[in-house]
């Protein structure tokens, strides 16, 4: 359905949520959670609108071994204006400054105002929780009880505003809730993600107009450090991966396997179900590198037309443990060492390295091993002709609970109507044709 659509389900939760700042905003006035009304309130106002707009563009990512996550600076700054000036006034800054950012950003109504009325919504709550709980004038983070209460109102607005988006997003891609949350946020990572900083701008702003206008230079450093930083993990990536195909290169028989048994076994993770956009995220990475350990195999072995000997054998097969000691030290890639490791395992023990069994491989290799297998049938090699793909399928079939997991091979049996193995099923039907 079309997310602009004005009477779409998209358009009636976005003004929704309007509806609920409205409410909030009544709410605060009725209360007094609010500053009195002076010119220096207006002066204060102009700032912090302009330190939401000045800062909205700006995206900070937190790396954790376990993920990462995000903390709109934008959302930041209508946090600590809520706080600093009420929760009426923070509603009407936060969302009038974004509707106009997300409006020039995406040209969509309906979105520009949920994305507004979000941060808005967040931002209101965790204000009027602020005022309701600690005394006019005092300041966040110079109390035992200011900080417990600020922390207090980080989490709603955290809540609140990482809430609201999955609901939204959820409606729009008719996706389940949960697997939304856990698309956008790596389950509930979100939680390390309170914008503490948003306590500097009632202190600042308490003491000095002038200082407050500095606030957004650290937050602008941080954005780019950090933007930098991501940048490197991104190259570090890429470079592994065009080693990869720079190896495969060697052999003509296997050039781009690496890519296909990608493509692969993201297809059969997509049917796999409970398989979380985690772990596909992180068999992704490691199905682009699986091979990085033929680095130490010699082309005397691995383009050798011929049966190899045993030592030959041992000396391939060693090329999953190598790849696994490459990569154990590399930040980026410590999630998926296991999986590299272990990608020739079987399902009834007799595989390599680890001589592991059943569910003890890990999931993802399992996926791999099927993959990997896959590509390996349908592609020529030094001592053999290309299978077809249905003589490749029936294979995999006659394996499934020997060398492979029967449920990975149930899995890859219901993708058969991706895209990619309809083409090579259309190519079977092609060569049979031809002959």
């Not at 600076?73 to 923070?90: D, Y």
């Not at 209101?124 to 300041?139: F, I, K």
């Not at 999955?166 to 729009?172: K, R």
């Not at 680095?295 to 054998?313: N, S």
């Amino acid at each position: 359905m079309d997310r602009t659509s004005a009477f779409s389900p998209s358009s009636l939760y976005s003004f929704a949520l309007l509806a609920l700042c409205a409410l909030t905003f009544a709410l605060s006035l009725e209360n007094g959670h609010h500053q009195s009304w002076d010119w220096w309130l207006l002066a204060e106002a102009i700032i912090g609108a302009a330190l939401i707009a000045s800062s909205e563009y700006s995206v900070i990512r937190l790396p954790f071994k376990w993920g990462s996550a995000t903390v709109s600076v934008g959302a930041t700054c209508g946090l600590g204006i809520s706080i600093w000036l009420g929760p009426g006034f923070g509603i009407v800054l936060i969302g009038a400054t974004l509707l106009i950012a997300n409006w020039r950003r995406w040209h969509q109504v309906a979105l520009s105002v949920e994305n507004a009325s979000s941060a808005a919504l967040a931002g209101g709550l965790a204000g009027t929780v602020w005022w309701w709980m600690v005394p006019s004038g005092q300041d966040p983070l110079t109390s035992f009880k200011t900080t417990g209460v600020f922390i207090l109102a980080a989490l709603i607005h955290v809540a609140v505003n990482f809430g609201t988006v999955v609901i939204g997003t959820s409606i729009a891609r008719r996706e389940p809730i949960q697997a939304v949350a856990r698309t956008m946020a790596g389950g509930w990572n979100f939680l390390f993600t309170i914008p503490v900083l948003a306590a500097l701008i009632p202190l600042i702003g308490n003491q000095s107009l002038l200082g407050l206008l500095l606030f957004a230079a650290p937050l602008a450093f941080l954005h780019f450090a950090l933007n930098a930083l991501w940048q490197l993990r991104k190259e570090a990536q890429d470079t592994l991966a065009a080693l990869t195909d720079l190896l495969e290169l060697r052999d003509p028989y296997t050039a781009f396997h690496s890519e296909r048994v990608t493509d692969y076994a993201m297809i059969i993770a997509a049917s796999l179900p409970g398989f979380t956009p985690e772990e596909r995220e992180v068999l992704e990475r490691a199905s682009r590198i699986h091979d990085i350990g033929k680095v130490a195999v010699t082309d005397a072995i691995l383009l050798k037309a011929g049966a190899l000997t045993p030592e030959e054998r041992t000396k391939m097969e060693s090329h999953a443990s190598v790849g696994a000691r490459l990569i154990e030290n590399m930040n980026v890639y410590h999630d998926c060492v296991d999986l590299i490791r272990h990608h020739h395992e079987r399902w009834d023990g007799r595989g390599y390295p680890g001589k592991l069994s059943s569910e003890t491989i890990p999931l993802g290799a399992r996926i791999m091993a099927v993959a990997d297998s896959l590509d390996a049938m349908t592609t020529d090699r030094p001592y053999r002709k290309a299978m077809s793909f249905h003589a490749a399928i029936e294979e995999i079939q006659r394996n499934s609970g020997t060398q492979f997991d029967p449920q990975i091979v149930e899995a890859f049996l219901a993708s058969l109507d991706d895209p990619l193995f309809q083409q090579m099923h259309e190519r079977d039907i092609q060569t049979l044709a031809a002959d």
